[in-house]
């Protein structure tokens, strides 16, 4: 892609947890959970992190893998229905510039005792510096990190 460039896409994924609606839900909003599975996942180093999860709160983080190139996240929560459904926009940016904007949604839906979540990103990848493969990715692997939260493995839908 060439500079001053926008990609559209978007993506779903599914996964069916033994926990219940209430212990997903938990995963995202307890601060302590959330930080385990979703700031820590990858181990990169943090440099500063906050999580404000309410309608209208902020959620931001810079971090590092090798202390050079440095990620942004600026998030706010534009619609949360507790035990079901958390509604979000963010950008990411890469060294201050930014590479990408979304809006996404975690669906949490009753499935028999436990839980079904479906993810869905819809992004604009800006200037060829991101792309759909990389977050989708990402985020496969950032549930696989809340399932172990969750005390199992996730299983695809």
Do not use: C
């Amino acid at each position: 892609m060439s500079t001053n460039s926008v990609e559209h896409a978007s993506f779903t994924i599914e996964r069916v947890f033994k926990a219940t609606p209430e212990q997903v839900f938990h995963a995202f909003a307890d601060p302590a959970a959330h930080h385990r599975w979703f700031v820590n996942a990858d181990g990169w180093p943090v440099t500063e992190y906050s999580h404000d999860f309410r309608v209208g709160g902020r959620e931001s983080g810079r971090f590092s893998k090798d202390g050079k190139t440095f990620y942004y996240n600026d998030t706010i929560y534009l619609d949360i229905v507790e035990n079901r459904r958390i509604i979000s926009a963010y950008t990411m940016a890469e060294n201050d510039r930014r590479i990408s904007a979304s809006v996404a949604t975690v669906d949490i839906q009753p499935h028999g005792a436990g839980a079904r979540i479906v993810f869905t990103e819809q992004a604009a990848f800006l200037d060829g510096l991101d792309q759909v493969a990389y977050r989708r990715q990402g985020w496969e692997e950032l549930i696989a990190a809340l399932a172990v939260e969750l005390g199992e493995a996730a299983a695809a839908a």
